[in-house]
Every structure is written in structure tokens, then in C-alpha cells.
């Protein structure tokens, strides 16, 4: 695609395309699906809700995403790729079989799936987001070897003030061993974050966040977690037969 394409107001778009050097702007619309292969272009994504799996393998350009909402997964590559005050339902898979960098900026985004990292060449920027779910972070042990490195996450909030629940922790085994009870009921514990595995360790955490951005999407209820771990950290509304109480994301889930 060369030039400019700009889709506004629209239902059920669907699109394949590999942008060289041209602008794409899809703004205000609902049912998105994209796959793209981007070179030397820019996107621009705002306010749009995307229902169905998106891949980015974004070069030589750069593609923003501002309060975007995605009910899939989403699978990002290459670079120039920025999102900011987006809501991500399915989990966020980075550098998946890339060879080369990958160098996504997450910025105070809602996370209810999981930030995948699947590549030891990841340099991402991942600061002040809120990972609401009951898996924050992880890392691809079982596919990549460690990065030289570890991985730098900034500062981020976890569902909790006293933030995620890392390896070493009793909680750990509590909230991932196959036969553990899954944690407690309506727990406000923290995301899990894997910061170390079965290679060395992955990632090093900035001091977490005490509090953090609810999900402002009201169309979808948050799915129920396995194990006896519900509505995972304040990111539902809880209905009582005589009123609807919203948890506050500073104090933990209270019903």
C-alpha cells in the first residue's frame, strides 16, 4: 500500500496489508482484524475495538495504538510499534520466530492476558501499565534460551500494592503447582510474573506501583480463572443481590 488509507466509523473491517511507505489510520471503528507487514510505513489505531487475533511485524515505520481495545491475542514484531491506554484481553505475544530486534512501547495499558516475551533480543518499554490478570509476565522458557541480560520491566502496577507474586515466593507454589487449590478465593495477590526459570534469570522489576487503571470496557464481564482464583485483581464488578460494588484498585477486592 503507498499513500494514505483512513477507515473511521466502521463495522466488521477486516484487512491484510503490507504498507511500503504509506499511512494507514483506522480510528472509531469496531470488529477490527489485522495482519500486517508493514516497511517503511505508518499506522495510527485510536479508539478502535479489535475482535478478532492481530499480528504486527512492523519495520522502518512506526504504528500507534491509543485506547484501543483487543478481545485476542496479539502478536508483535519488528519495531516502531507503541501502545498506550489500550485494553488487552487475550494475551500480548513479543517477537514470536523473529529474527532481529523487537522493540514495543507499553505504556499505561490494562493487561487481562499475559505479556509474553518470546524472544532473548526483546528491548521493550513496559512502564506503568496495570496487569490485572491472574499471569502478569512471562517469559518463553520452555521455546528461547535466556537473553544475555535480563530484561528490564519498569515500573507497573500487579493487582496488588505490595505487587507481583515472583518465583521463591510460598505464594509461587501456591498459585502455580498443579495440585495447589489455585490461590484464594477473590484473592487480591498479585499477577504472577516468571522473572527466573529452569535457564537464569529473565527480568528485573522496577519497584511496582501501589495502584493502578481499571478496565473501562463494560460490554465484556472478565473471564473466571481455574483453581478457585475468580475475577482476577479488581478488574470486574461484583453484583450483590442488593447492589453492585466495584473494587477499588488501591485497597484489593472487597465484596
Known amino acids: 500500500m503507498y499513500g494514505t488509507l483512513r477507515i473511521a466509523n466502521c463495522t466488521n473491517v477486516n484487512l491484510s496489508v503490507n504498507i511500503n511507505g504509506g499511512t494507514l489510520e483506522i480510528n472509531n471503528s469496531y470488529g477490527v482484524t489485522i495482519t500486517n507487514c508493514g516497511s517503511g510505513g505508518n ?14 511485524s512492523w519495520t522502518g515505520g512506526t504504528a500507534v495504538f491509543l485506547g484501543n481495545i483487543f478481545d485476542a491475542n496479539v502478536e508483535i514484531r519488528g ?18 520466530e523473529w529474527v532481529g530486534s523487537v ?6 495499558n490494562v493487561f487481562l492476558g499475559c505479556l509474553v516475551l518470546k524472544n532473548p533480543n526483546v528491548n521493550l518499554t513496559v512502564e506503568h501499565n496495570s496487569f490485572l490478570g491472574r499471569w502478569g509476565i512471562t517469559y518463553d522458557e520452555w ?11 519498569g515500573a507497573n502496577y500487579y493487582g496488588d500494592p505490595n505487587g507481583p507474586i515472583v518465583p521463591g515466593q510460598r505464594e509461587w507454589i501456591d498459585r502455580t503447582f498443579i495440585d495447589a487449590p489455585g490461590g484464594r478465593f477473590l484473592s487480591p495477590d498479585g499477577a504472577l510474573v516468571l522473572t527466573a526459570g529452569q535457564n537464569g534469570i529473565y527480568l528485573v522489576l522496577d519497584p511496582p506501583l501501589e495502584q ?37 484498585a488501591r485497597a484489593g477486592c472487597r465484596i
Open 43 to 56: 499506522g495510527t489505531f485510536t479508539y478502535n475495538r479489535f475482535n478478532g487475533p492481530v499480528e504486527l
Open 79 to 96: 519495531t516502531g510499534s507503541r501502545f498506550v491506554q489500550n485494553t488487552f484481553y487475550g494475551d500480548v505475544g513479543v517477537g514470536s
Open 103 to 108: 522493540d514495543p512501547e507499553f505504556e499505561e
Open 143 to 153: 521455546r528461547v534460551p535466556a537473553p544475555q541480560k535480563p530484561i528490564r520491566i
Open 212 to 248: 493502578g487503571r481499571f478496565r473501562t470496557d463494560r460490554h465484556r464481564f472478565p473471564e473466571i480463572w481455574c483453581n478457585g482464583v475468580a475475577c482476577g485483581h479488581n478488574s470486574a464488578l461484583h453484583r450483590r443481590l442488593e447492589d453492585l460494588v466495584e473494587c477499588d
